[in-house]
């Protein structure tokens, strides 16, 4: 069983830094799925000159974005340089964008140059550092570059053709739907983004390229089988997952985070299984009605799904979402009559617990040796007593991602704030914990990322146990209200 665990945190790990490559260049993802949904002959607005901006957008500015936001996760802005370099040579060597590729090179490039300044430290002459510094690095990124163009690149495009002859062999035969036995065990396991940013954003790309659209953007962020799931809840559920339930389904279905209704399943372990049948439905009917996005919806709202759809195809995307969401509801419904349980409101707080762990689980799975072998760093507070509250301009709450969690919680923190009557002008944002900017004065965490981000952050840090109604929250607030009266 141990040794599962720690190969999930590890898919998890490697699922978490894919997705912080590509969650800080989600905006340009989207506009360039704006660009193609109305430009390209198909679109809403034809236009042949604005068109034109798609292919090159998809070819060279995504992968390169992405190559540059690995590079500087691993290496800071020299490694972000060289990342994007090493990136030219795979996206130049390649007739398909090189998402998968970028993913691969800008970490690298990261880690060449990380090593090379680490090489070149304390052996430079006087008066030469720069030049020999700026020397070294151009040779690193050329190197890169050839390495890309004729090793590197087409690798990773042999892997791209064998994964997407595999699942276009699906689609021809109808057995897509039968990726719902992967999708939703995944997805409450945290494990998806490895899965969804690495591979299914790389055939929907090239699919969308050449088709204008693709069902391979809809798969894994379709928000159908959590609708049903909830519902279901919302209806037959009892005790505090009854009373949750439509708040989630609102910011499930709207906001498009998925992971509210992963403590159901937690709670109700069964419950995959009409979720499995619920996503393999609206597959079968995003395929059959030829359904599609011209662009990756994150988050999986029902906003950008239709934001997203080109014209001509609302109704398929719809029929899809419907289906998927009548499906599990049907089966989660059914599943609640048949054993209603005795529910107690404790074990829906266990089940939510349940799930932080599992997802922190691989995002700390990296840090489990130096939490056995060191300290929290000195910038961990015990309590806001040993805060500079009076100061205080810029909190940051960070999480894995830097989404979803930190969002969530950035957005309570600065609503409580204006409730409880602080009148200061206080800056609340989200991050994830490496893009957590230097002039932010407090950092909020979940305490099991504390050890992570105190080896990174030289910011005061609160732990708290949940993003949202932790009572270390509400003290904050309180004594900053204290502390400015």
Sequence with gaps: MNKKLSLRAKIQSFGGFLTAMVIPNIGAFMAWGFITALFIPAGWLPNEQLGSLVSPMITYMLPMLVGYTGGDMVGGKRGAIIGTVGTMGIVVGSDIPMLLGAMAMGPLGGFCSKKLDKLLENRLPNGFENIIQNFALGFLGMGLAILGYYFIGPFMLSITNIIAAAIDALLQTGYLASLALLIEPTRVLFLNNAIDQAIFYQLGMKDALANGSSVYFMVFASPGPGLGLLLAFCFFGKGMSKKS?????????????????FPYVYMRPLMIFPLMLGSAAGIMVFSLMHAGLVAGATPGSIFAFLALTPPGKHLATICGIGAAALVSFIGCSLLLKINPGTEKDEDFSSSKQDVINTKLEGS?????????EMKLGNNTAESTADLDLKNIQFIAFACDAGAGSSAMGATRFKKLLKERGVDKDIVVKHFSIENVPPEADLVVIQERLVERASHTLTQPIISIKNYIGDAKLDELIDDIKTALS
Excluded at 245 to 261: D, N, Q, R, S
Excluded at 364 to 372: F, G, P
């Design 245 to 261: 339930a439509p708040a989630a389904t609102i910011i499930h279905f709207f906001g498009g985070i998925h992971e509210m209704y």
């Design 364 to 372: 700390s799975a990296s840090y489990l040796k130096a939490k056995a």
